[in-house]
């Protein structure tokens, strides 16, 4: 039988297997939450009086045991069994009798897979972060080791100023530095708990909402219960745009390097071993793992709009088609997590071209910095421009001996130790400890 079955008659075959789909497969991503929402919940459950010391003792040993099979790759959701719920409590049911039949009182499976889904999202975006910041940490390190290293700056693929690995290199990790601001709004919107608000419309119980809250290691409660309810899909929505954004920038850095490697630029390499051939060509090197990557990223970036889509016009409370989001929303962040841990290891090996800028098809850059140093012995701004401008149209420019930027954020001051103090600032303020202690007093 279902959790919402009331009698022994069967459904359809054809319905059930249209609208369970692949639920029992997700749901494997969801057991562990599932067993750390009852563990909360039972406790409340006792503190109400809804079970007895010796029940919830009971509980407690049996769930934090088929937790450690969750563990260890031995727990199942089996033939016929709609979801992870049903076969939590069917194990607690099986190896304690009725009272694993308890663990129900005052509580939906709206309400429970929305608490399973917020501590899965806890634990995968903690996991994002620690990638993304081993990425940022490795762009940084390259950013003030070949701060020195200059390379061509382009707007509209023109040759346009120049700038330098270092400059390269830490754009894209104060990129990754706004990204991980924008998951840790997400983050804030996800860590709230929605526990108690059952089938979206509370209970005639006197549930311990804010008990639970504790116990958890949610910052706050989903006060309004049908908000509560409400917040399904909302928070997958704003959680995969936090992805999305992360996706863009690495996209958007693999597309560069794609380019940077190419012999037109030739600016960086990466050892055969981690480049691919052609079956035809035997001089190719191609940076096929940035182009998975900026496929993979691109791709990413549409989830957002299929969850919006999903949910767009939808009436308050619960619709069945809430379960079709796990099937985008989940395997977004394996994605996203592969393509971190492999810029990483692709930038462990890169190799960098010096003296790039003696090429002399590359002395355009440096028209700027003629104009500056006119302005700066006293020439108007726009008399200098129109002078090296003549220049350039008549043969006689040539790039002046010395580049010398020094303004913050410039080629000369990258100011790398404020962008690392930036991104400590927003990584302490995810407060992961407090998650992982309330985790241990759980399980303990």
Request: aromatic fraction near 8%.
């Amino acid at each position: 039988m279902k959790l919402w079955q009331k009698s022994a008659t069967d459904t359809a075959k054809i319905v059930e297997q249209f609208t369970v789909g692949r639920d029992a497969e997700f749901d494997m991503d969801l057991a562990e939450f599932d067993v750390l929402g009852s563990l909360a919940h039972t406790r409340m459950l006792e503190s109400i009086g809804l079970l007895e010391k010796d029940e919830l003792d009971k509980l407690q040993a049996e769930m934090k045991n088929i937790y450690k099979e969750i563990k260890s790759g031995d727990f199942v959701i089996e033939e016929g069994i709609e979801d992870v719920h049903s076969q939590v409590e069917l194990l607690l049911t099986r190896r304690l009798g009725d009272i694993g039949k308890k663990i129900h009182s005052g509580r939906s499976r709206n309400d429970q897979v929305l608490v399973d889904l917020k501590l899965y999202i806890r634990a995968q975006i903690q996991e994002t972060v620690e990638n993304t910041k081993a990425l940022f940490d490795k762009l940084l390190s390259l950013s003030d080791k070949y701060k020195d290293v200059q390379i061509p700056g382009y707007t509209h693929l023109q040759i346009a100023m120049p700038s330098s690995f270092g400059l390269w290199f830490g754009a894209y990790a104060e990129s990754l530095l706004d990204d991980i601001q924008m998951m840790q709004a997400a983050y804030k919107v996800a860590n709230k708990n929605p526990l108690g608000s059952a089938a979206g419309y509370g209970s005639s119980f006197p549930l311990n909402r804010t008990m639970t809250t504790e116990l958890l290691g949610f910052d706050a409660l989903n006060y309004n219960v049908v908000y509560a309810q409400m917040s399904r899909g909302k928070t997958e929505k704003l959680v995969s745009m936090a992805l999305a954004s992360i996706a863009s920038t690495l996209s958007r850095m693999a597309m560069d390097v794609c380019l940077y490697v190419s012999q037109n630029f030739g600016f960086m390499s990466f050892p055969s071993d981690v480049m691919t051939g052609s079956s035809i060509m035997p001089h190719k090197k191609n940076p096929d793992v940035f182009e998975i990557m900026r496929g993979k990223c691109n791709r990413l970036a549409a989830i957002p709009n299929e969850i919006t889509m999903m949910t767009t016009n939808l009436p308050s409370g619960y619709h069945r088609e809430m379960q079709l989001i796990k099937e985008c929303f989940f395997p977004a962040f394996t994605t996203l997590n592969e393509c971190l841990e492999m810029a990483v290891f692709m930038f462990d090996r890169v190799e960098v071209k010096k003296d790039i800028l003696k090429d002399k098809k590359y002395d355009y850059l440096f028209t700027v910095d003629l104009v500056n140093q006119m302005v700066l012995d006293g020439t108007p701004f726009r008399d200098a421009y129109l002078k090296v401008g003549d220049m350039v149209d008549n043969g006689s420019y040539a790039p002046p001996a010395e580049v010398n930027h020094t303004h913050e954020g410039s080629l000369g001051n990258l100011c790398l130790d404020k962008v690392d103090g930036l991104m400590n600032q927003v990584l302490d303020g995810f407060g992961f400890e407090k998650v992982k202690e309330a985790q241990e007093g759980l399980l303990g």
